[in-house]
T-cell receptor, first 112, second 108 residues
Framework: NAGVTQTPKFQVLKTGQSMTLQCAQD?????MSWYRQDPGMGLRLIHY???????DQGEVPNGYNVSRSTTEDFPLRLLSAAPSQTSVYFC???????????FGPGTRLTVT | KNEVEQSPQNLTAQEGEFITINCSYS?????LHWLQQHPGGGIVSLFM???GKKKHGRLIATINIQEKHSSLHITASHPRDSAVYIC??????????FGAGTILRVKS
């Protein structure tokens, strides 16, 4: 099993550009989440999904969209990048009732 | 005030020392997680506990639900234990709230 994979590992965007961060898992986990990690702060939940076709907002959803068309994939879209979105983004998955979180390796995004 | 507070923020220890990292929370929880983030950035789950104590190798995690407090202990610390240790509480369903992390450096 590859576990949770994220692409790209690094990305630099200009203000106003859009892009999609990819996340995939091969463990058949129903729960998937996107977090951002900023210096001095804990991981913060952006969006999450409890299964294919179902998504919901987390703590800091503004400026981001998600969709969940399959169990495996949970892409995060930045609609119009802003410098405040410079961060490290982590995708995570878990199985219901088990709750142990499996994290992807992260994407380091810089918006100039 | 953050819902999850960790202390200390930074910790430097000599190899072989016993290390304690603390986590306090202010909300009702169903479980608490301890995670480790390596210098390369990857995050791995160490423990998930809702009561009592768990042990894995040199790592021990305890939780006191009444006092809303958990501790992570590392016995016989080693430079390879150098990492960021993160406490997270599970509120309802699958949502987690994270502490800011404790940066641990173990010197040889």
């Amino acid at each position: 099993n590859a576990g949770v994979t994220q692409t790209p590992k690094f990305q630099v965007l200009k203000t106003g550009q859009s892009m999609t961060l990819q996340c995939a898992q091969d463990m058949n986990h129903e729960y998937m989440s996107w977090y951002r990690q900023d210096p001095g702060m804990g991981l913060r939940l952006i969006h999450y999904s409890v299964g294919a076709g179902i998504t919901d907002q987390g703590e800091v959803p503004n400026g981001y969209n998600v969709s969940r068309s399959t169990t495996e994939d949970f892409p995060l879209r930045l609609l119009s990048a802003a410098p405040s979105q410079t961060s490290v983004y982590f995708c995570a998955s878990s199985a219901p009732g088990v709750y142990e979180q499996y994290f992807g390796p992260g994407t380091r995004l810089t918006v100039t | 005030k953050n819902e999850v507070e960790q202390s200390p923020q930074n910790l430097t220890a000599q190899e072989g020392e016993f290390i304690t990292i603390n986590c306090s929370y202010s909300v009702g929880i169903s479980a608490l997680h301890w995670l480790q983030q390596h210098p390369g950035g990857g995050i791995v789950s160490l423990f998930m506990l809702s009561s009592g104590k768990k042990k894995h190798g040199r790592l021990i995690a305890t939780i006191n639900i009444q006092e809303k407090h958990s501790s992570l202990h590392i016995t016989a610390s080693h430079p390879r234990d150098s990492a960021v240790y993160i406490c997270a509480v599970r509120l309802n369903g699958n949502k987690l709230v994270f502490g800011a992390g404790t940066i641990l450096r173990v010197k040889s």
